[in-house]
């Protein structure tokens, strides 16, 4: 639940501006743990479809933020936040779910 939390905050910074969803090299090494069991081979692929994993979601993202600004252009900024943050969570458990 913890790094859901932090997963879900690191978005909303992505989309406030105020920073990018990363991954540290101490989270990639944790992964490199279990990499074995879940059956790929080879460290470097895990972090290759970790890294194109994240880039497709970093331009969902961006794709999502021109649309909202798109749709809701006449309010406040504050109000504008408040609403993409509904929107974003709803729509990112409609794309894992």
Not at 58 to 78: A, N, S, T, V
Request: charged share 40%.
């Amino acid at each position: 639940m913890g790094y859901e939390k932090e997963w879900n905050k690191d978005i909303m910074d992505a989309v406030a501006g105020r920073g990018e969803r990363k991954i540290t090299i101490e989270q990639l090494k944790k992964e490199n743990e279990t990499t074995y069991e879940e059956g790929f081979c080879d460290a470097s692929e895990r972090y290759r479809v970790e890294i194109e994993r994240l880039r497709k979601e970093k331009e969902w993202l961006k794709h999502q933020i021109l649309l909202y600004q798109e749709f809701h252009p006449g309010l406040p900024h504050d109000e504008k936040m408040e609403l993409l943050e509904v929107d974003m969570q709803q729509a990112l458990k409609k794309k894992n779910g």
